[in-house]
């Protein structure tokens, strides 16, 4: 990742899906939608078990607006260079896979060099 925070790089992901929507450009757009849903998925936090009672409330359970929320995990830059490059990977996998001379070997081409950017 360049010098820039986390959340300076996602705001600067969702600005370039927002140029590259209404640019109409649908291979960024999918790039880029697919990296910030990686991202995204990356700061959920994992379901813990619940631990059921005799009564019909759950142990330990809160109750009231907001009972379902969670602080999301904060991630490093390390961690998000991570993400990028396991991104990167799976698209390379995929182009080889297919042939890097098919029309859809190309679009992956283009969503690497994309995604490559955000890369430190």
Known sequence: MNTQTVDELTAQIKDDLRVAM???KPVEVSALRSLLA????AEAVQPTQAIA???AA??????????????RRTLTPA???????DEIKELQEAMQ???????????????ITLISKYTG
């Open 97 to 111: 896979s297919v042939g890097e001379d098919s029309g859809y070997g190309q679009e992956l081409s283009q969503k």
């Open 79 to 85: 961690d998000v260079d991570k993400l990028i490059a």
């Open 38 to 41: 990686r991202i995204s998925n």
């Open 53 to 55: 009672s005799d009564d």
């Open 22 to 24: 209404k640019a109409r």
């Open 58 to 71: 759950i142990a330990g359970a809160h109750l009231g607006v907001g009972s379902t929320e969670t602080a």
